[in-house]
C-alpha cells in the first residue's frame, strides 16, 4: 500500500517516527511543562501605546507587592541591543526610551504565583508620551511622516534595486505586456504552542535556558553576548517544540530575556509563558507586500522578461527583513526560465508588530503574483495554463551539468516539468477543462501553478554544522546532532540516515533533545535546512564511526575495510556473505578487545559554505540554497456564486520534487501541511485586522486559522530527482507547496467563477463584491 | 472571595481524588499545575484550539472553558489515561504507524477528539471524523493524515471487537 524508494533497508520507505510514540501519550515535554522547584512565575509589562516615549517607569509599588521577588527593566541590561544580524542590531531586550508598537514589552516581574506576578505588573507605572505613529508603508514613505527610528530617515528598513540583463528593451520586442498589483496578507505564524521559557542559574556564570525555540543556537549566542557569559556557560536544553515556521522561534521574545534576567536576580528558575493574546499582538508576522509584476512574453506565452516592485511592512524593527526581501526577489528567476528581470524592493518600518520569516520566507508573496499573472497572460494569449508552465519550466539539467539562472542562482535538478505533468494527469486535466462544472448555485474551478524553494539555505555568518555518532559497546547508538526538530520530522531522518550508514535498524539509534551542552553546534531550524546540511553531517559522522568498525571487522576477517560491509546488522565479507558475524559481536571486539576502542564518529556539513560560493543580497546574486526543490499544485475550489465562501475540494494535487523522500510519510504531511496551513489559509482564511496599530482579532475566534472541516485531502505525488548536493539526493519538503498553494487556489477562483482576487485572502466578502461587480459589468454591457 | 478553597472530589484517568481548590481554578489548571498531567496542553483558552480536549464522563471537552469545581463528581479521562499501560490505544497506534504526526502539539487533544468520536460511533463516515475534529486546530501537518489514521483505527477497533 505504502510507496518505496530507492534500493536502501531504511531510507525512502515509511518509518514511524522516532517521537511520535512521546507525543501521542502526552509523554513529551514542551516548555511550558517544564517544572522546577523553587520555580518563580514571570509576567511583562507592556506598552499599551503604539508609539510613545518613556517618560519614567516607576516599579516601586510592584516590589512592594509581597510575594514579588524581582522586577526587571530595560535597564537592567545595560544598552544591550541585539538583532538578526551584527548590522541590524535596534531591539533592546526591553524598550527603555521609546515604544515602537502596540504591547512592547518595558518590564517584567517574577513573583511565587502567577496571580502575584500579573497583579505587580499592574502596579507598575509607566509615563508615556504619545507618539504620532505610520502604520503603514504608504504612510511611512511620506515625506516628513513620523520616524520609527530617528536614525533611519524615511523610515527605510530595506532597499535593494538589481537588474538582470534588459528588461526595457525585453519589454520594447514583447507581443504582449501586463502589469498587475498583488497584495499579501500580514499573517500569524500558526504554531498554537505559545512562546514560554524556564531559565536558571546553576552557578554565578552558568546560565540554563528551556525555552520554545525552533533554533537553540539563536539565544544561546545572543544570551552569551547578552549576559557577558563565555558560549561554553551557556546551556540551551531543548523541550519538544510545537512548531516554529520562522520568525518568533528563531528570534528572541520579551520572555528569553526576562526569564534569565529575573532568574539571575533572584536565584531561582523562572518561567514565562506567553499566552493566545500575547502570541497575536506581539510575536512577528509574515510580511504584508504589496507587489505589482510587469511581465513581457512572446506570442506563444515565452516569458521575455519581469519587473517587480515590492513593497513591505516591515514593523517595528528589522530582524530578518533584509533576508525577506532578498528571498522575494531572488526566486523569481525560478522555476520558470527568464532571461530578463528587474528588481525593486522597498520595506519600511511602521508602528505596527515586526514582520519576519514565515514558512515559504520570501518567496511566497511573489510567487503568488506572479503564477496567478501567468494565467492572466495564458487566457489573454488563449493558452492552456498548463501548457504555458510546460513551455516556461526550467529543464531537469543533465546528470553532472548545473542550470545557472540570470542571477546567477544554480542547480543541479530540476523536476518542475515532471511535477507540472504529473498534477495535470492526476486532476484529470484533459478531460475536465472541456465542460465548467456548476451545482445549483455553486460553481467548481480548478487552478495550476508551480513554485520553488531552496533547501538547505546557507547565510552568511554562520554555516557549520556537525554530528556525533557514539556507538556503545552493546550496539547501540547515541546519534547527536544540534538541529533542532520542531515537527518537520529531522530527527527521525538524522536517525535514519545514522541507520542506514551503518547498516543497523532505525530502532537501535538513540536521539535526545538538543542539549548545547553536549550537542555540537547548529545554526539552526529555518529555511529548509536541517535535512540537507545537518542530514549532510549525520551521513559523514556515522561514515567515520562505520570506518572504525570495518577496520576492526577487517582484521578479524583478515581483509582488507573495503571488502567488509555491514547491512541489515550483519558484517560480511562481500566476496563471500558466509563469512560474517552479527552487528553486536563487531561492536564488542572493536570495544573490549585490546586496544579497546571507544567508537565516535564526527562529521561536518561542508555544502553550505564551500559550495558554490554565498548571496550577496545587495546586488541579488548567488545561492541562497544549497539545492532547489520544485512543485507543482493543481486545486480545486467551490465557489458558492451567491454568498462568496470559497472551499477547496479534495480533488487536490501536489507533486513535489523533494530529490529524494527520506522518509515519504513526512514528506507528505509536510508537503500537505504547508499547502494547507500556510498556504490555503493565506489564500482564503487569515489576516490580521489592524487599526492604528491595534490588532483587532487576537484570538483564534476571529482570527481565522483553517480546519479539518475545509481541509482539502490532497494528495502528494513525489517526484524524484536525486540531487548530488543533498544526502541521498534530498531536497527541501514542505516551504515549496505554502508557495504554490495561493496561486493555484486564486486561479481556480477565477476559473470556477470569473473573478480576479488579486488581495490575499479571498474571503467571502472581498469575493462577494467582486462576483457583484462582475455581474453589474456584464448587465451594463447587455 | 476569588481564593475562597472549594472541595472538590473527582476521577482521573480512574484514580480518586479529593482535592481542595480555588473556585476560579480552570480544569485544565488543575489537570496540569496540580495533578501534574501536562500531556493536556494550553493554546488559546478560549476553547478555540482544542489542545486542551479531555473527556468528562466519556465525552470530549475543552478544559480551559470548564471550571475544575464543575467536575465534581465526574470521571476524567486525560491523555495519560488512553494507553493501557505500555499498549497504546489503536487509535495511537494508528496516529504513529500511519505519520499523521508532526510537532505533537495538538495530538493529545486530536486523539481525545477521536476516542470521543470512535466510542460513540465506531463507524464514521469520512465527514464524520472531519467534524469530530474539527475544533481541534493543527498547525502544521494538514489533517489528512489525522483523519486517514482515525478512519484506520476504527476499521481496527471494528474488527479487533
Redo the contacts between chains.
Keep these: 500500500m505504502e510507496e518505496t524508494f530507492g534500493n536502501y533497508s531504511v531510507i525512502g520507505k ?1 518509518m ?2 522516532v ?12 516548555a ?2 517544564i ?1 522546577l522547584p523553587g520555580m518563580l512565575w514571570g509576567q511583562i509589562t507592556r506598552s499599551p501605546y503604539a508609539h510613545a516615549r518613556i517618560l519614567n517607569i516607576d516599579t516601586s509599588k510592584a516590589e512592594r507587592l509581597p510575594g514579588v521577588m524581582a522586577v526587571t527593566t530595560g535597564k537592567d541590561f545595560g544598552g544591550f541591543k541585539w538583532g538578526w544580524s551584527r548590522e541590524t542590531r535596534d531591539e533592546e531586550p526591553f524598550a527603555t526610551t521609546k515604544v515602537r508598537y502596540q504591547y512592547e514589552g518595558v518590564a517584567a516581574v517574577a513573583a511565587i504565583s502567577e496571580d502575584i506576578a500579573e497583579e505587580a505588573c499592574d502596579l507598575i507605572e509607566v509615563e508615556y508620551e504619545p507618539l504620532p505613529g505610520v502604520f503603514d508603508p504608504f504612510e511611512a514613505m511620506k515625506e516628513g511622516a513620523p520616524l520609527v527610528h530617528e536614525n533611519r530617515p524615511g523610515n527605510i528598513c530595506v532597499e535593494y534595486h538589481w537588474t538582470f540583463g534588459d528588461v526595457d528593451k525585453a519589454f520594447a520586442e514583447s507581443y504582449l505586456v501586463r502589469e498587475d498589483i498583488f497584495q499579501t496578507p500580514r499573517m500569524a505564524k ?5 512562546p514560554a521559557v524556564v531559565a536558571y542559574w546553576p552557578g554565578h556564570d552558568r546560565l540554563v535556558f528551556q525555552g520554545a525555540k525552533g533554533s537553540p543556537y539563536f539565544p544561546y549566542r545572543i544570551l552569551a553576548r547578552c549576559f557577558n557569559l563565555p558560549l561554553s556557560n551557556v546551556r540551551v536544553i531543548q523541550p ?4 516554529d ?1 520562522g520568525g518568533t522561534k528563531n528570534d528572541m521574545t520579551h520572555c528569553d530575556f526576562a526569564a534569565p534576567m529575573l532568574a539571575k536576580k533572584t536565584g531561582r528558575p523562572v518561567k514565562l ?1 506567553y ?2 493574546f500575547d502570541t497575536l499582538t506581539t510575536d512577528l508576522r509574515r510580511h504584508p507586500m504589496w507587489i505589482t509584476i510587469k511581465t513581457g512574453v512572446t506570442k506563444d506565452g515565452i516569458l521575455k522578461a519581469t519587473y517587480v516592485k515590492a513593497v513591505a511592512d516591515g514593523g517595528a524593527y528589522t530582524r530578518m527583513s533584509p533576508l525577506t526581501m532578498f528571498l522575494t526577489g531572488s526566486c523569481m528567476t525560478m522555476p520558470y526560465k527568464l532571461p530578463n528581470f528587474k528588481y525593486d524592493a522597498y520595506n519600511y518600518f511602521t508602528n505596527n508588530p515586526s514582520s519576519a520569516a514565515m514558512r515559504g520566507h520570501g518567496l511566497y508573496h511573489t510567487r503568488f503574483g506572479a503564477d496567478v499573472q501567468l494565467d492572466m497572460i495564458a487566457e489573454e494569449l488563449g493558452l492552456d495554463p498548463v501548457d504555458i508552465r510546460l513551455r516556461n519550466a526550467i529543464e531537469n539539467p543533465e546528470p553532472g551539468k548545473v542550470y545557472e539562472t540570470i542571477n546567477e542562482v544554480h542547480m543541479a535538478t530540476c523536476g518542475v516539468k515532471e511535477c507540472i505533468e504529473k498534477v495535470a494527469e492526476a486532476i484529470n486535466w484533459e478531460e475536465r477543462k472541456k465542460a465548467k462544472k456548476v451545482e445549483g448555485h455553486k460553481s467548481y474551478g480548478i487552478g495550476f501553478s508551480a513554485a520553488t524553494y531552496n533547501g538547505g539555505t546557507k547565510l552568511s555568518a554562520h554555516n557549520a554544522c556537525a554530528a556525533i555518532v557514539r556507538v556503545c559497546e552493546d550496539g547501540s547508538v547515541n546519534f547527536l546532532t544540534g538541529a533542532s526538530d ?4 529531522s530527527d527521525t531522518i538524522g536517525c535514519a540516515i545514522a541507520a542506514e550508514v551503518l547498516g543497523v535498524g532505525l530502532e537501535d539509534i538513540d536521539i535526545k533533545r538538543v542539549d548545547t551542552a553536549f550537542t555540537p553546534v547548529d545554526p539552526g531550524s529555518y529555511g529548509s535546512r536541517v535535512t540537507v546540511l545537518a542530514g549532510q553531517a549525520a551521513k559523514n559522522a556515522a561514515e567515520d564511526a562505520k570506518r572504525q568498525l570495518l577496520e576492526v571487522a577487517a582484521q578479524q576477517f583478515s581483509v582488507t575495510p573495503e571488502e567488509v560491509e555491514i547491512k541489515n546488522r550483519q558484517v560480511f565479507v562481500k566476496a563471500n556473505p558466509q563469512r560474517n558475524m552479527s552487528w553486536e559481536r563487531l561492536v564488542r571486539i572493536a570495544c573490549y578487545e585490546t586496544p579497546g576502542k571507544v567508537i565516535i564518529g564526527r562529521g561536518y556539513s561542508t555544502q553550505g559554505i564551500s559550495l558554490l560560493g554565498l548571496a550577496d543580497f545587495s546586488k541579488g546574486v548567488g545561492d541562497i540554497g544549497t539545492n532547489y526543490s520544485f512543485t507543482a499544485q493543481a486545486a480545486e475550489v467551490e465557489v458558492d456564486m451567491e454568498t462568496g465562501v470559497v472551499k477547496c475540494t479534495d480533488n487536490s494535487v501536489i507533486a513535489h520534487d523533494c530529490g529524494f523522500p527520506l ?1 515519504p ?2 514528506v ?10 500556510q498556504g490555503v489559509a493565506a489564500a482564503l482564511y487569515e489576516e490580521f485586522k489592524m487599526d492604528q496599530g491595534q490588532t483587532l482579532n487576537p ?3 476571529d482570527y481565522m ?1 483553517p ?3 475545509e ?1 482539502p ?2 494528495q502528494v505525488i513525489h517526484v524524484i530527482t536525486n540531487d548530488p548536493y543533498g544526502p541521498f539526493g534530498a531536497k527541501e519538503a514542505s516551504e515549496g507547496s505554502c508557495c504554490s498553494a495561493p496561486p493555484a487556489v486564486i486561479n481556480a477562483i477565477y476559473n470556477a467563477s470569473g473573478v480576479w482576487i488579486n488581495d490575499l485572502p479571498a474571503q467571502p466578502e472581498k469575493v462577494f463584491w467582486a462576483l457583484k461587480a462582475q455581474k453589474e459589468k456584464k448587465q451594463r454591457k447587455k | 472571595m476569588k481564593d475562597e478553597l472549594k472541595e472538590l472530589k473527582l476521577t482521573v484517568n480512574g484514580k480518586p481524588y479529593e482535592l481542595k481548590v480555588k473556585a476560579k481554578t480552570l480544569l485544565v489548571e488543575l489537570l ?1 499545575n496540580e495533578l ?11 476553547s ?2 482544542g ?1 486542551c480536549t479531555v473527556h468528562i464522563d466519556g465525552k470530549a471537552v475543552r478544559s480551559c472553558s470548564i471550571l475544575a469545581v464543575q467536575a465534581n463528581g465526574r470521571k476524567v479521562t ?3 489515561g ?2 493501557d499501560g505500555d499498549k ?1 490505544h489503536p487509535i ?1 497506534e494508528a ?14 487533544g486530536m ?1 481525545m477528539s477521536a476516542k470521543a468520536l470512535l466510542d460513540e460511533n465506531p463507524n464514521p463516515t469520512r465527514d464524520e471524523v ?2 469530530a ?15 486517514e489514521a482515525i478512519e484506520i483505527a476504527a476499521e481496527k477497533m471494528r474488527g479487533g471487537q
Aim: charged share 20%; net charge negative.
Design positions: 515509511p514511524p517516527r517521537d511520535a510514540r512521546a507525543k501521542v501519550t502526552g509523554e513529551a515535554k514542551y511550558a511543562d517544572e500558526g504554531y498554537l504552542e505559545t519538544f517544540i510545537g512548531s515556521f509563558v499566552t493566545q520542531v515537527g518537520q520530522g522518509n510519510p513526512a507528505e504531511t509536510q508537503v500537505q501541511g504547508g499547502g494547507y496551513h484570538n483564534l475566534i486559522r480546519r479539518a472541516y481541509a485531502m490532497t | 496540569r501534574k498531567l501536562t500531556g493536556t496542553k494550553v493554546g488559546c483558552l478560549d478555540a484550539c489542545v486525560t491523555i495519560e488512553v494507553a497504546l495511537q496516529m504513529v504507524e500511519y505519520g499523521a504526526i508532526e510537532c505533537g502539539f495538538c495530538t493529545p486523539v472531519r467534524e475534529i474539527q475544533g481541534n486546530l493543527c498547525a502544521d501537518e494538514g489533517y489528512v493524515k489525522y483523519i
